[in-house]
């Protein structure tokens, strides 16, 4: 069992920027892929960005140019770098991993407002 726990939400101006953090722990098997996700409130779950075991990387073409997704494979944790935040950046971030033969687990949550 893989349990991902998100960080590093919170309110913040537009123009500003954040960093997400996305800890495993738990019993983890060979990671295959590890993903950002937002949910808008009345939308659906997109894919924000998306790092592979290889380390290339795809990104929503919403947020190209401003987001960077990264890892950290000793410490076990993902990172979304926000840049250049927008109001239509708001939602809740969740990262999902995908994990041995296509397990897939995803963190609770965490909290993104930036105001105009």
């Known amino acids: 069992q893989v349990h991902l726990t998100e960080s590093g939400g919170g309110l913040v101006q537009a123009g500003g920027s954040l960093r997400l953090s996305c800890a495993a722990s738990?019993?983890?098997?060979?990671?295959?892929?590890m993903g950002w996700y937002r949910q808008a409130p009345g939308k659906q779950r997109e894919l924000v960005a998306r790092?592979?075991?290889?380390?290339?990387?795809n990104y929503a073409d919403s947020v190209k140019g401003r987001f960077t997704i990264s890892g950290d494979n000793a410490k076990n944790t993902v990172y979304l770098q926000m840049n250049s935040l927008k109001p239509e950046d708001t939602a809740v971030y969740y990262c999902?991993?995908?994990?041995?033969?296509?397990?897939?687990?995803w963190g609770q949550g965490t909290q993104v407002t930036v105001s105009s």
């Open positions: 790092i592979t075991s290889s380390s290339s990387t």
């Open positions: 999902k991993g995908n994990y041995g033969l296509g397990y897939e687990y």
């Open positions: 738990g019993i983890i098997p060979s990671i295959n892929s």
